[in-house]
């Protein structure tokens, strides 16, 4: 079964510094993954998804994640942190079958200081 | 403006009560799906939807019941059946709900609350 940890609860950072969320997932296939993002009390934003194309994927508002087979990682970056950033971040892994499920992690809420 | 529609935004439920939250979309997808969320927690799912007039179970389906009459509309009740209703309740759809690449959108989300 299909399954994704992020690694940390909270992560706190200063403006304009890196950002790194961590994510692992268990696939016994090529998966899908997903980041999004969630603003307090808001719907949830793709970010970005990788879809077995190229394992380095862009996405929105200056972030990335790579993806990487060997370590079972795919998590999510940007080099400077702004103070719109602030929120509650959801990686996701694609249940496998003709279901479109998808399978969320606990979330990482990143909080940033001025 | 295309996208996902979901009312109210608050809602407030006596105990003993249905009630229903409303989704609707109009971005032409054939799939919908209907989550549950609780403080702290990723999102879980309750229903979705693949093609008009049917519809699956999902992770935590007791307690909640839906409908898909319209491609647009995916409306979901919460019964008395359901032991703690009281989380924030997200809709998405997606093109085609058929492939594990597909992009699920999301709505702005309601809140219930059991008083």
């Known amino acids: 079964a299909q399954s994704v940890t992020q690694l940390d609860s909270h992560v706190s950072v200063s403006e304009g510094t890196p950002v790194l969320l961590r994510c692992n997932y268990s696939?016994?296939?090529?998966?899908?993954l997903f980041w999004y993002v969630q603003h307090p009390n808001k719907g949830l934003q793709l970010l970005l998804k990788?879809?077995?194309?190229?394992?380095l994927v862009k996405g929105i508002n200056g972030f990335e994640a790579e993806f990487k087979k060997s370590e079972t990682s795919f998590h999510l970056t940007k080099p400077s942190a702004h103070m719109s950033d602030a929120a509650e971040y959801f990686c996701v892994v694609s249940d496998r079958g003709n279901t479109g499920k998808l399978i969320f992690g606990q979330g990482t809420t990143l909080q940033v200081k001025p | 403006d295309g996208g996902i529609t979901q009312s109210p935004k608050y809602l407030f439920r006596k105990e003993g009560q249905n009630v229903t939250l409303s989704c609707e979309q109009n971005?032409?997808?054939?799939?919908m799906y209907w989550y549950r969320q609780d403080p702290g927690q990723g999102l879980r799912l309750i229903y979705y939807s693949q093609i008009v007039n049917d519809f699956q179970k999902g992770d935590i389906a007791e307690g909640y019941s839906v409908s898909r009459e319209k491609k647009e509309s995916f409306p979901l009740t919460v019964t008395s059946a359901q032991k703690n209703p009281t989380a924030f309740y997200l809709c998405?759809?997606?093109?085609?709900?058929?492939?594990?690449?597909?992009?699920?959108?999301f709505g702005p989300g309601t809140r219930l609350t059991v008083l």
């Open positions: 696939s016994s296939y090529s998966p899908s």
């Open positions: 971005l032409n997808h054939d799939a």
């Open positions: 990788y879809t077995s194309a190229a394992t």
């Open positions: 998405a759809s997606s093109g085609q709900g058929r492939s594990s690449t597909d992009t699920q959108y």
